[in-house]
């Protein structure tokens, strides 16, 4: 205490500076640790204290029980939606890199003009002019059996039959995630892509690589931060997902999202909050998982 | 001399309206560290992209090693390239960027020790030893320039194409690295085709040097030639060494602004500029006399600059227009003017020359 008092007093001027920075610091991320903790942070501990409590059919008390985790573990349906949730979404994030790194690749190496850069990424979030129901359910009059795919199928002479297994599948619901997040995948890689110094390409085709070479070389592992980052944000959105597999499956696809639904709309509170933290430990996961792959503070 | 390595015949290029390569014919000789001189937009660079295959050419042939390679693509071509910025891959560490060409190149055949061994000879001679294992961004511009300059080199082109090698270097490191290029060069007996748009590195680098201005080659000279006589009024302007006066030849003297010159013996155009170096200028107090075969002008002296072993001053002719005096100073002290006092400029008839 004593000595506080004393350096305190005999405080030399770059340390009243420094300590004036310290100060500002503090307000500035004062207003952002405060949000977090109010609405991230507690919600958090709550949830994974509900999942504790004891559900009768009518009411929750706060009585602690593992009751509603054993419920989750033993139930086939639970893991079978757990089980459908990691493959769709497995599913969904190849989907989204197969359709977005070309795409990603186009905007952001060959094309080099800056403003037509700026004008195609704009093109890719049209779709988001509408809302995110008109999105998910215009697909299905696309793949109805006599929606406008299998109409044009018929129509070409490739099919005779309506092909069915388009609407009210796991594909139907691939289908239409994909289209959804493949943005948020394409904007990273092509971020990334559009910063790669185009005489260093130059330089890999004088040094006597071909196309394959450079892009195996050269362009993949500049651009993976952006893949990573891409990940991140569909692996996010998609694991939350419950309104497409609602929309596009009919209720056959059932999704943890789909169940945290249910089990809220029937006030199973206790085990919503089960599944919602399995969900979030999931995610985090999968996002640290990702972060391994490219250190991004040393990439970006 | 053998034959040259490289044949360029009529070569044009044309962006748009604009011409930034008019019909450029030009034989680059094997063996031999040529710099190619021209003031900015004068199309060097565009020259350097459509050797190496960065450009097509619109018009022309370019022939190298015995063959046509205008159809041929870049990673065909076997022609090094240093870029200025130096284009090193920035998720490589040294050892890899200078090993890239080996591993890639099409048709790569190399083992691994091999081009082990190769690598690190070529990083032992470029003076990069022990840094191998650094990250590019770990390392300094003058070893930046060294990675650029091995990668290249490693997989053995018998020309190499230099875009400003030394622009992004101080100007302490550019005067050191200038002479490891040649060195270098020399080693390996490749030619080094080298861009600038400094006439003090292409006289100090090349064995010839290359003037390129408003897409045209001017001259394709001997260092010490090119400094001598520049083949015009525009490249001895560029070559930052000669006053030069706007006029006619009238009877046996050149009428200009400044005054009337006696004219240099031999043939002269009938009109265009008379051209005298900085450093042919004897500056003398104005009573003085001026012995025979001496032009002679009257000037104030307006400022001097101290480079070391010279001092560069400038005077002030009634016409308005500064003439520059360079005047080597060895074990003397630098000479001493008064502000705006006037001087006699003096210089050997047959010092000056006449440009069309």
Redesign the interface.
Known sequence: MTTAIVSDAIESPAAAAQQTRRRVVYWLIAPGVLWMLIFLVLPMAMMIYVSFWTQTTFKIEPILTTRSWVAFFTSETYLDALWTTIRIWLIVLGATLLVGYPTALFIGLFVRNKTLQTALLVVCVIPFWTSFLIRVLAWRPMLGTEGAVNILLMKAGLISQPIEALLYTDLSVIIGMTQIYCVFMVGPIAFMLSRI?P??I?????????FW??FR??IL??SMPGVVVGAIFVSVMVLGEFATSAALSGRKVNLLGNIIVTQVGSLRWSFAAVVGVVLTIIMGAAVSILLRVVDLRREL | MSAGVLQITGLTKRYGGAVALDDVSLDIPRDCYVSLLGPSGSGKTVLLRVIAGFEEPDAGTIEFAGRPIVAAPVYNRGIGFVFQNFALFPHLSVEENVAFGLKNRAGATLGKSEIRDRVRAMIELVGLAGLEARGVHQISGGQRQRVALARTLVTEPPLVLLDEPLGALDANLRTRIRAELRMIRERLGVTFLHVTGSESEALAIGDRVIVLDRGRVVQFDDPDTLFERPASARVARFLNCYNLFGGAVAGASFQSDAGEFPLPRGPCPPRGFYGVRYDRIAVAPRAEKSGADQVSLTAAFVASEFTGPSLLSFFKLASGQIVEVETPLGDRAPPQYELGEAYALSWRRDGARVFA
């Open positions: 110094d005489t260093i130059e330089a890999a085709r004088d040094l006597g690589a071909g070479r450079i070389t050269i592992p500049l």
